[in-house]
């Protein structure tokens, strides 16, 4: 199974909202809504963020959000912190009942 | 709150066996639809989902991986395990171990734990 693509790096200033995309195919992202994304601050354990395309788990900030169309899925954080700046991983379940990670997107906040 | 803990040698020889204990607090193994998954992170590069296993035993693997995987669990002591046969370099990465409600996320992980293949 191939990575899900994500774009590698993306940035914004604090307060701006930023969009990450997530790129399957009809073999997972677009086969179900199990898409979830995860924050990763290097050295600690990853956290999720957002489950079945756009469910926030009890405790994670309303600034994150999440959709999909078809076999892409987003995330949103508006009003971007400082301690926002993270890895950021999509991941899906598939059709063959296993889960695949995206590469990983970088936000940086400036 | 449950809470993971990755356990294990640091250090694997090229040819052999990594195995990894992950040991599940504050919740039992087997209560609700959770699936126990193991995950892993090369140095710079992304998260690779390795496999899992629900507590009847059902197991589901990656692919690329499947051949050298195998995942069990103990209920009795409340851990579940990880064995990777004939590792090479490549599989030098920090290990997670992790766990979600009806196995389609991973609501729950451990802290990490790296895990070198040389000689």
């Known amino acids: 199974q191939s990575a899900l693509t994500q774009s590698a790096s993306v940035s914004g200033s604090p307060g701006q909202s930023i969009t990450i995309s997530c790129t399957g195919t009809?073999?997972?992202?677009?086969?179900?809504?199990?898409v979830s994304w995860y924050q990763h601050h290097p050295g600690k354990a990853p956290k999720l963020m957002i489950y079945?395309?756009?469910n926030r788990p009890s405790g994670v900030s309303s600034r994150f959000s999440g959709s999909k169309s078809g076999n892409t899925a987003s995330l949103t954080i508006s009003g971007l912190q400082a301690e926002d700046e993270a890895d950021y991983y999509c991941?899906?379940?598939?059709?063959?009942?296993?889960?695949?990670f995206g590469g990983g997107t970088t936000l940086t906040v400036l | 709150q449950v809470q993971l803990q990755e356990s294990g040698p640091g250090l694997v020889k090229p040819s052999q066996t990594l195995s990894l204990t992950c040991t599940v607090s504050?919740?039992?193994?087997?209560?609700?639809?959770?699936?126990w998954s193991w995950i892993r992170q090369p140095a710079g590069k992304g998260l690779e989902w390795i496999g899992r296993?629900?507590?009847?035993?059902?197991?589901n693997y990656n692919p690329s991986l499947k051949s050298r995987v195998t995942i069990s669990v103990d209920t009795s002591k409340n851990q579940f395990s990880l064995k990777l046969s004939s590792v090479t370099a490549a599989d030098t990465a920090v290990y997670y171990c992790?766990?979600?409600?009806?196995?389609?996320?991973?609501?729950?992980w451990g802290q990490g734990t790296l895990v070198t293949v040389s000689s």
């Open positions: 992790a766990g979600g409600p009806g196995g389609r996320n991973l609501e729950n």
């Open positions: 504050g919740g039992s193994i087997s209560s609700g639809s959770y699936y």
């Open positions: 296993i629900y507590t009847s035993g059902n197991t």
């Open positions: 009809s073999s997972d992202v677009g086969a179900y809504n199990f």
């Open positions: 079945e395309v756009s």
């Open positions: 991941s899906s379940y598939t059709i063959s009942n296993t889960i695949i």
